[in-house]
């Protein structure tokens, strides 16, 4: 495996691999790898003939409170990690080296930014938006591939790609869980011992909502309430329940097709995401 730091570098290694007519799978990361990267990774390497990913925390993305400074970090151990996925080629820019000059424009993003995460903090997504496009122009991979759990983000990169003409397929991958069903998260060390031993009710509060919706609740608001009384057990804090149309982001009232059940939970020193896609015909066909 190569690990690159220079975007000079990375065009030498993406101009050869274009020559060979060779396909790039490419996955980004803000590192810290725990296993849900890494199953993108594997994902990449069984679909594509180059698997490239990037470990960069974007400071675009992170609002004025936000844990810039205090998010981990382990590149020697994300190496190692990256290479027994099958990663070939790790690229590690400083953000010096990302943003040499202050940015003179960037994408601001118009739809599905003011529901779920992106309610409580503006313009992250138009920092995602903006790093994820200098990727892809930078890597020009033809497939993407990116965790569930990031789901509002994943839509909004599918929007984008599709509004742009990006010719990248995006590839959205299971989110990959701890036996008791947490998703994983870099941020998941943040947990106090008693904030771990209960977590897994953000994921027994998506299954109330799976399991109503399986039934027959299709009243949006009635299904948010149903999850909202499950996390109310616990010890965090509701940042946000919600249920949208996916991936367009939409309220919806009586819900039908494709829908994102999304949870935001506050606990101490860490706020986690989670979210279940249903699409409602399908289950209905299995009833």
């Given amino acids: 495996m190569k690990v690159l730091k220079t975007i000079d570098l990375l065009k030498v290694e993406i101009e050869n691999i274009k020559k060979s007519n060779q396909t790039i799978g490419f996955v980004p990361t803000m590192g810290y790898l725990h296993d849900g990267h890494l199953s993108l990774m594997k994902e990449a390497r069984k679909q594509t003939d180059h698997v490239i990913a990037s470990i960069f925390v974007n400071p675009l993305q992170f609002g004025a409170n936000e844990d810039l400074d205090q998010y981990p970090r382990n590149l020697e151990r994300d190496e190692q990690l990256a290479k027994e996925a099958g990663v070939d080629i790790l690229f590690c820019p400083e953000v010096a080296e990302m943003y040499p000059f202050e940015m003179p424009m960037s994408i601001q993003v118009h739809k599905g930014t003011n529901v779920l995460c992106g309610q409580s903090r503006p313009g992250h997504f138009d920092g995602v938006a903006t790093v994820v496009m200098k ?3 930078l890597v020009q991979p033809s497939k993407a591939y990116f965790g569930q759990k990031d789901a509002q983000q994943v839509a909004i990169i599918m929007n984008m790609v599709q509004a742009f003409n990006v010719p990248v397929e995006i590839v959205q991958c299971p989110t990959i869980r701890e036996s008791d069903g947490l998703a994983q998260s870099s941020r ?11 977590a897994s009710i953000i994921f027994e509060s998506l299954k109330k909502a799976c399991d109503a919706i399986k039934s027959g609740i299709l009243n949006r608001k009635e299904v948010i309430q149903r999850v909202k009384e499950h996390l109310e057990n616990g010890m965090g ?4 329940v919600d249920i949208l149309t996916y991936p367009e982001l939409e309220i919806q009232e009586k819900l039908s097709g494709k829908v994102i059940v999304a949870v935001a939970y506050l606990y101490e020193k860490a706020r986690l995401i989670d979210n279940d896609i249903i699409d409602i015909e399908e289950e209905n066909r299995h009833v």
């Fill in 135 to 137: 990727l892809f122009n």
């Fill in 188 to 198: 998941n060390v943040y947990l106090s011992e008693n904030e771990r031993a209960e």
């Fill in 237 to 240: 804090e509701i940042d946000y």
